[in-house]
């Protein structure tokens, strides 16, 4: 299953951390982070539960760059 979130995040090296960090959560098969269109693509697990998954992806992306933000 595949989702896509709207975020907000301030720099091109910051979405680049984001999406390294929604692609190392568990739950994950790949995610892509366009910061031109301010927008997150996520390619969930078989079986994942997306809404679990993506309070997890959030918490890691927020590690890397504290001010972020994804809209879920």
Do not use: P, R, S, W
Not at 13 to 37: I, L, P, R
Request: charged share 35%.
């Amino acid at each position: 299953m595949k989702k896509t979130y709207k975020i907000e995040v301030d720099c091109a090296n910051c979405a680049n951390k984001m999406e390294d960090a929604a692609k190392h959560t568990a739950g994950v098969k790949d995610a892509t982070v366009n910061f031109m269109t301010l927008k997150m693509a996520v390619e969930f697990e078989e079986g994942a539960d997306a809404k679990a998954v993506m309070q997890d992806v959030l918490k890691n992306c927020k590690k890397v760059e504290d001010d972020c933000e994804i809209y879920l």
